[in-house]
């Protein structure tokens, strides 16, 4: 079945604990993304990488580091959380960069940081 | 810059009215425009999708045309169900980025009663 997958689904942690989400993609997808959805706000990028090797900066990168050195996988990786990062977070694949391609999305991973 | 205006929720409706979630948007180039829906607990799925001027999108009896003159792309249905009961998203990807990122409205949360 295609699909994305996120690990973990639930995360509850404490502030300055290294944490990483870890993020699949089963479809050969060149472009992966991260969101972050908080109320009020709908979904904001944290970054996205165009191909292997490849990676940018989103809206909101601040606190975030990512990395793709292999294209099925997207980790997010948290150095030092703090509570303003506490969110629900969402990886997303789509086969080109195009901006017509469909993006598909993980199943998201609720992350408090206390 | 991007940006993705819709219509403040929540909504609730009765089995069978007729829908309309409000969409403007403010691009820099030539966005593609999409509807996701979001059921609950889960991540979001693409519903529909128009990539240029004039295009309808349209999928499980949702509309939604895009109209480069008003800069709109609202979203409507004949007649809702329960089951359509979500949190719907308005959002564009802009070619003129180099990349797919997609920029989101907050969100309109639907809940249809029996």
């Known amino acids: 079945e295609a699909q994305v997958t996120q690990n973990p689904r639930y995360l509850i942690t404490v502030t300055g604990k290294k944490l990483t989400v870890t993020c699949s993609q089963n479809?050969?997808?060149?472009?992966m993304s991260w969101y972050r959805q908080d109320p009020g706000l709908g979904l904001r990028q944290i970054y996205y990488?165009?191909?292997?090797?490849?990676?940018d900066k989103g809206d909101v990168p601040e606190g975030y580091k990512v990395s793709r050195k292999e294209k099925r996988n997207f980790p997010l990786i948290l150095e030092s959380p703090s509570p303003n990062q506490t969110s629900l977070y969402f990886c997303?694949?789509?086969?080109?960069?195009?901006?017509?391609?469909?993006?598909?999305f993980g199943p998201g991973t609720r992350l408090t940081v206390l | 810059g991007n940006s993705v205006t819709q219509m403040e929720g929540p909504v609730t409706l009765s089995e069978e009215a007729f829908l309309t979630i409000n969409c403007t948007y403010t691009?820099?180039?030539?966005?593609?425009l999409f509807w996701y829906v979001q059921y609950p607990g889960e991540g979001l799925q693409l519903l529909l999708k128009?990539?240029?001027?004039?295009d309808k999108g349209s999928n499980k009896g949702f509309e939604a045309t895009y109209r480069k003159e008003t800069t709109s792309f609202h979203l409507e249905k004949g007649s809702v169900q329960v089951s359509d009961s979500a949190v719907y998203f308005c959002?564009?990807?802009?070619?003129?980025?180099?990349?797919?990122?997609?920029?989101f409205g907050t969100g309109t949360r639907l809940t249809v009663i029996p």
């Open positions: 959002a564009l990807s802009d070619r003129g980025t180099g990349a797919n990122n997609l920029f």
């Open positions: 990488s165009m191909n292997v090797e490849v990676t």
């Open positions: 479809m050969n997808h060149e472009y």
């Open positions: 691009a820099t180039g030539y966005p593609s």
């Open positions: 128009a990539t240029k001027a004039d």
């Open positions: 997303a694949s789509s086969f080109h960069q195009s901006s017509t391609d469909t993006q598909y």
